[in-house]
Nanobody
Framework: VQLQACGGGLVPPGGSLRLSCAAS????????MGWFRQAPGKEREFVSL????????YYADSVKGRFTISRDTAKNTVYLQMNSLKPEDTAVYYC?????????????????WGQGTQVTVSS
């Protein structure tokens, strides 16, 4: 499956963005998917995950209550709604997928990656 992420941008603190990850080549519902982010000088970290069915979702403590992950099977797309953004959310955000339906926050276990979209939170 090929992944294409978009929706990043520059927003002030407290603002909102919605990231999209469109899958092509194979239906995204065949994959456990997630959003990861990487800030300059830091390791890539998990942000949010969603199971194949969409019935299970997971969030990093740092984004819980502010971010919401969802998937639209008909559109073959996974979304990340980000509200109440903070400067520390600034990073390149990547969507990723793996074929097994097993929860994991470890980036190297994900076999397919999108190209990344920059999110900058600044006044």
């Amino acid at each position: 499956v090929q992944l294409q992420a978009c929706g990043g941008g520059l927003v002030p603190p407290g603002g909102s963005l919605r990231l999209s990850c469109a899958a092509s080549g194979r239906t995204s519902s065949s994959y456990f998917m997630g959003w990861f982010r990487q800030a300059p000088g830091k390791e890539r970290e998990f942000v949010s995950l969603i199971s194949r069915s969409g019935g299970r979702t997971y969030y990093a403590d740092s984004v819980k209550g502010r971010f919401t992950i969802s998937r639209d099977t008909a559109k073959n797309t996974v979304y990340l709604q980000m509200n109440s953004l903070k400067p520390e959310d600034t990073a390149v955000y990547y969507c990723a997928a793996k074929a097994d339906d097993v929860y994991s926050t470890i980036p190297r276990l994900y076999t397919n990656w999108g190209q990344g979209t920059q999110v900058t939170v600044s006044s």
